[in-house]
């Protein structure tokens, strides 16, 4: 059990163990898989195109045949769904659709603003370059291939390429049945009349919906009160993960860790050296994890994206993946770092000129909750890093926004 963990040290036992929870795995429709992460690479069972297809409206024709004033015989049609049966010989042309099957013979597709009709004849009115406007079978990909690699997280785009392989059901692991419980007798659901000393519970339902884009099965474990067999009685649930919200420091009422160690919890670490969150802790008892956030409002978001979303990705054997910025201009001044690492909130953005800059949120306090509504991203400041001039580079880490 490690006392206080680093930002680093803290990472590698979250996944580690994340890996460990070996989840298991459904085969589901496609169709149904957005959030879930795959076990399996999807494969193309067909070629996309199937065969090949025209690009544009117009008549499918042999270039050979297409020189300017050349006269050629209309001998039938080919639209998306109903392709043309026969072949395309010396003199002839189809008339075709964007989305066709291209006929045998025909190299080349005329379009119709370059083409003039009379009946069942056209004439060619412009100049053709080299064959053109055939999207040629398997260009997208062929049967065989791989579409969506295992490990990743299914979304629109993966979902429309694994559809369009003709892939009826993916295998993805099952989702991580994680309960979120916060902790305080001032708590209040929102929407309430609040009495002298109570605040509203604004965390929970963040978490609740963090997880479920996660691809989690987000549970509400409700408030337990700053007594340990409250806490325990909402933690004897069937769950992959319980993440409990404040009660983790060490005043009187901050009961949470010998709660969870009642329970058969056992510490892996029991704080991390990092500004906001330095109370998070990492416990495990059987199959069954347990994450501690703090109870500050940004620093439970904060910890959230730094640790419970790398633990999550790793219970569902989501493949990691760097932040797609990782450095970019500060905007403003940064002072010098303390002796923790430290994550700024900040604007990420991206100029006219493709640089990534960022400005940090001017007030870092962790109680502040307003700045999420902008904050795209953390600034990541090592222990005694020095300070920051406008213009230098710092180190960014992208966090979920809606």
């Not at 060490?250 to 969870?260: H, I, K, N, T």
């Not at 940004?298 to 910890?303: F, G």
């Not at 001044?333 to 991206?350: D, F, K, V």
Request: charged share 20%; hydrophobic share 45%; glycine share 10%.
């Amino acid at each position: 059990m490690i006392k206080m963990a680093s930002v680093s040290e803290a990472l590698s036992l979250l996944r580690e163990h994340g890996a460990r929870a070996q989840l298991d795995t459904e085969a589901v429709p496609v169709g149904l898989s957005g959030g879930r992460v795959l076990v399996e690479d999807v494969t193309a069972h067909v070629n996309q195109p199937p065969a090949d297809i025209s690009a544009m409206d117009g008549y499918a024709v042999r270039l050979a045949d297409a020189a300017v004033d050349s006269a050629l015989k209309v001998i039938g049609e080919s639209r998306a769904g109903t392709p043309f049966s026969g072949a395309i010989g010396v003199g002839e042309c189809v008339r075709i659709f964007t989305g066709a099957h291209v006929p045998p013979g025909a190299d080349h597709i005329l379009i119709q603003e370059d083409a003039e009709r009379d009946n069942d004849a056209i004439r060619v009115t412009e100049q053709q370059k080299p064959p053109s406007s055939i999207r040629r079978a398997g260009l997208d990909f062929q049967s065989g291939d791989v579409l969506v690699p295992s490990g990743t997280r299914m979304g629109p785009g993966a979902i429309a390429l694994a559809a369009a392989g003709n892939v009826a059901d993916v295998r993805v692991t099952k989702r991580p049945r994680v309960g979120v419980l916060a902790t305080g007798d001032e708590l209040a659901p929102p929407g309430a009349g609040l009495d002298a000393g109570q605040v509203v519970n604004s965390i929970q339902p963040a978490l609740l919906e963090y997880l479920r884009l996660w691809g989690a099965e987000a549970v509400d474990l409700g408030v337990a009160t700053d007594e340990i067999q409250s806490v325990r009685d909402r933690i004897r649930q069937s769950l992959d993960l319980v993440v409990s919200i404040g009660g983790a420091s060490v005043g009187d009422y901050d009961v949470v860790r010998d709660a969870f160690a009642e329970e058969g919890f056992e510490p892996i670490f029991e704080k991390v050296a990092v500004k906001p969150g330095k109370p998070t802790w990492f416990s495990r008892r059987n199959g069954a994890l347990a994450l501690g956030l703090p109870g500050n409002p940004a620093a439970a978001l904060v910890t959230a994206n730094l640790f419970l979303k790398p633990l999550v990705d790793s219970m569902v054997q989501k493949a990691s993946k760097e932040s797609s910025v990782s450095r970019a201009v500060s905007e403003a001044a940064i002072p010098a770092g303390g002796q923790r690492e430290e994550y700024l909130r900040a604007m990420l953005a991206t100029g006219p000129d493709g640089r990534s800059t960022v400005r940090p949120w001017t007030n870092q306090d962790s109680s502040l909750l307003h700045p999420f509504l902008s904050a795209n991203a953390l600034i990541r400041r090592e222990k005694s890093a020095p300070a920051v001039a406008p213009g230098d580079l710092v180190h960014v880490v992208v966090i979920e926004t809606v």
